[in-house]
């Protein structure tokens, strides 16, 4: 029996030897198979946008290194300073996970990494491992480099994204009207409750503790509405506060109602259409037909076929489909010392929280220069009057908070924060310049796609020619950042002369590899700014691409004397690579 054991147990010894042998051997011709792999990376080498890294993996393996029970994977890292290494990703070879191109095994992945200055000489690798699913045992292949990194002339662009407080009127306008303006769907009437509604601010003001009130209402139309369309959203309008009067007036106050004759559609295009970034031969196009004495029908007929079309379809008509509400009261004036103390009372819950109104909370906020009390009164004066301008004053003071946080997950949730106080404000106040602040926090932050739709939104909804130029000028940048380069150009026609401009334009005619477009844009921004450094330094990038040496070392040099911070900028830009031993190179960076 015992020798039975004995034999018994070193069958099994044997086997189990013999099935660990098995798998390795396997797990080793999996790595060896996957040497033969192809790998493409785009673009290479990685290129920085904006705060991300972001690139395209394209890998294809052997199809024999697909087998039952086992898979391989593979881990995609960036290793930059002194051994520093960040993962980025993985792909897994499994079932499901890829195509089969040319009989081979193929995925194709997105992947993005956060940028940081310290990451700009690095490197891209991807390390191979195969795994027998049922022990977990893995078998390593050698680290791979395929790409190098990073070029960071897309990072080159001019952005403004400057977020302005709402200008604090209280002494001279504290007794003026507030105004409330109403968006609505094309050919509707119907109030909309959700987003970009001012009901509820509405709601605000028909309880205010006043002894008068006095309330004017009108409506507007766009010229492809069916007709009396103005009259209706004007009697919704009206109905409504009547409404909601009878609920919500339990102090009694006297409140007088007026009903404005509807506002003229043709008056209100052409003054949109004269604030609008259009060029001035469209704009008077368009402004001749609107004071034509064709019929309302014809007019809509004629703008079709206008250059302007699309521009009004897309931020001119919306912003005419409106009802406007304005409500005028006055209340007696304190003393700044008395809205101070009061505001910081309600703050830390000290103070009724209807002992100042919105105006005058508004007003005490400006009275310190400390970020962290102004915080504190608008965060009171969002909670006890639940009005735009206090959401969009919180927000303003989050980003300004937030670009003073050196630590990334603290700076991302002071960002969070500021565009969720910021989207309040535009629900209640859907306007150009609230809708710019929105969009510039989601583009501090990083969110593209967010940014890209509420800088549409700014633009749609009209403004004053200096706001529109300052909205079209950000949009532009983050249309480089994302590689819209021919979108970036068609935005930069709204957006003036100026040096913003003029750069943004050179940067994405070098991105399009249009040197000489893009060499005569930086030179009109020399214009603006003499011996500028960025643009200097931008012509010796064309320079380089172009092989010009002389112009390289004039332009560099010209750089580095106006900012010797461009010093460092050019030692470590792959763009700079191909001329380290040049002596064109070198002389850039002597006296």
């Known amino acids: 029996m015992l020798c039975y054991q004995k034999k018994y147990f070193t069958l099994f010894a044997c086997s189990l030897l013999l099935l660990l042998f098995a ?11 996957a040497k033969k792999q192809e790998i493409v990376v785009q673009p290479s080498p990685l290129v920085a946008n904006g705060q991300l890294v972001e690139f395209e993996l394209k890998v294809a393996l052997p199809p024999n290194i697909i087998k039952e029970g086992y898979r391989y994977k593979m881990d995609v890292y960036y290793e930059y300073g002194e051994q520093q290494r960040e993962q980025v990703g993985a792909i897994n070879f499994e079932f499901g996970e890829f195509l089969y191109e ?54 080159l662009m001019v952005r403004n994204n400057e977020i302005l407080f709402i200008p604090d009127s209280y002494a001279t306008e504290a007794d003026k009207p507030a105004n409330l303006t109403f968006y609505f769907e094309e050919n509707n009437a119907k109030l909309r409750s959700h987003l970009g509604s001012n009901l509820a601010v509405l709601d605000q003001y028909i309880t205010d503790n006043v002894t008068t009130q006095n309330v004017t209402i009108t409506a507007s139309q766009s010229p492809d509405e069916t007709k009396e369309m103005a009259q209706k959203r004007l009697a919704a309008m009206e109905s409504y506060y009547r409404t909601r009067l009878e609920v919500l007036n339990y102090r009694n106050k006297k409140v007088t109602i007026k009903a404005l004759p509807v506002k003229s559609t043709w008056e209100q295009l052409v003054a949109k259409i004269k604030t609008s970034a259009l060029p001035k031969t469209v704009v008077q196009e368009v402004t001749t037909i609107a004071n034509s004495n064709l019929s309302d029908k014809e007019k809509d007929a004629a703008l079709q076929k206008t250059e302007a079309n699309e521009y009004l379809q897309l931020y001119v008509y919306p912003a005419l489909r409106f009802a406007e509400v304005t409500i005028n009261y006055s209340r007696d004036k304190k003393a700044d010392y008395e809205l101070y103390l009061l505001a910081k009372q309600i703050a830390e819950e000290k103070a009724p929280a209807d002992a100042l109104t919105e105006q005058e909370l508004q007003h005490a906020a400006t009275l310190t220069p400390l970020l962290a009390e102004k915080k504190q009164i608008y965060e009171a004066a969002v909670k006890t009057t639940n009005k735009w301008p206090a959401y969009h004053n919180l927000g ?48 501090v932050r990083g969110d593209k796609l967010e940014a890209l739709q509420y800088y549409d939104y700014a633009i749609k909804l009209g403004g004053n020619p200096e706001e529109l130029k300052r909205i079209f000028a950000d949009k532009a940048a983050l249309e480089i950042e994302i590689g819209q380069f021919d979108d970036a150009i068609e935005s930069l026609k709204y957006s003036g002369n100026n040096y913003q401009t003029q ?56 750089s580095i004397k106006a900012d010797n911070s461009y010093t460092l900028k050019a030692i470590e830009d792959m763009e700079f690579d191909a001329y380290r031993t040049e002596q064109a190179y070198k002389d850039a960076f002597r006296p």
């Not at 798998?23 to 198979?33: D, F, H, P």
């Not at 106080?421 to 629900?427: D, E, I, K, Q, S």
Request: aromatic residues 10%.
């Open 503 to 558: 750069m943004n334009l050179g940067l994405s005619y070098l991105l399009k590899e249009n040197y000489e477009g893009a060499q005569e844009f930086y030179g009109r921004a020399l214009e603006l700014q003499p011996n500028d450094a960025l643009a200097n330094y931008s012509l010796a990038i064309i320079a380089a691409r172009t092989k010009n040496q002389p112009m390289l070392t004039t332009h560099l040099r010209k």
């Open 102 to 155: 040319k009989g081979w095994p193929t995925i194709t992945k997105q992947f993005s990494f956060p940028y940081a200055p310290k990451k700009n000489k690095g490197k891209l690798y991807v390390q191979g491992m195969a795994i027998k699913k049922e022990t977990e045992e893995v078998k390593y292949s050698e680290p791979k480099q395929i790409a190098t990194g990073l070029v960071t002339t897309p990072l």
């Open 396 to 443: 303003k003071v989050y980003v300004e908070m937030a670009r003073k946080e050196y630590r990334p997950k603290a700076k991302q949730a002071l960002l969070a924060k500021a565009i969720h106080n910021l989207t309040y404000a535009g629900f209640r106040n859907p306007t150009a310049p609230v809708y710019y602040s929105l969009a510039s926090a989601y583009h």
């Open 23 to 33: 798998s390795g051997c396997t797990l080793q011709k999996m790595v060896r198979l």
